[in-house]
């Protein structure tokens, strides 16, 4: 996160980083602002419709709050032991409104897959199993290297069922593995 401009709160003149939707917050203020937008939205949540406009714009708040909480970690090693708290509270916080946010739920259900890679020079398949699923995707461990919107064939070893997805979120975990996300591509075919 680039810290340079002065923040947009009035009378404030600490150095902010760019918060998208809060625009140029210090982080006192990007915390204050944050805890009100999760509270306004915790509220509401019963009111949205699934791909409606607040929902849309809820999810996206939800990303950005993360991945700003994170930047103004890792952008301040001075962090104070409260200020490092209240960042992970938001975190914890926008996590558990972004289940509210799930396009349908995820269960924890193990079920033996085949992932296929056919990306031109690097085709590779592996046996593999999900960590949890939902009706629009699933977190499963892969010990291939994957990016982000990379298309994977998902093979449901029980049923044989074929699935197109792309990779949405990736991670590194213990012995070279990666946690993945991934996204099924035409649902309607469940």
């Not at 996206?60 to 994170?70: I, P, R």
């Not at 890679?117 to 593999?128: I, L, M, Q, R, Y």
């Not at 990379?150 to 990736?170: G, I, N």
Request: aromatic letters at 6%.
């Amino acid at each position: 996160m680039e810290i340079a401009e002065k923040c947009s709160s009035p009378g404030c003149k600490q150095s902010s980083g760019t918060v998208p939707d809060l625009g140029q917050l210090c982080l006192a203020h990007f915390i204050s602002t944050s805890y009100g937008k999760l509270e306004e939205l915790s509220l509401s949540t019963h009111n949205w419709t699934v791909g409606g406009t607040e929902w849309e714009d809820a999810r996206d708040f939800v990303k950005e709050c993360v991945q700003s909480a994170t930047r103004f970690s890792e952008a301040n090693s001075t962090l104070s032991n409260l200020e490092r708290a209240r960042l992970m509270d938001i975190v914890i916080w926008v996590t558990e409104l972004g289940k509210r946010l799930r396009r349908s739920p995820r269960t924890s259900e193990v079920i033996a897959i085949r992932l296929v890679s056919e990306k031109p020079g690097f085709s590779w398949e592996e046996e593999a199993h999900t960590l949890d699923i939902s009706r629009h995707g699933a977190r499963l461990k892969c010990q291939h290297k994957v990016k982000k919107d990379d298309a994977l064939k998902f093979v449901r070893l029980d049923t044989q069922e074929q699935m197109e997805s792309r990779v949405v979120w990736h991670r590194p975990i213990k012995c070279g593995a990666q946690e993945v996300g991934i996204e099924f591509l035409h649902v309607e075919k469940l």
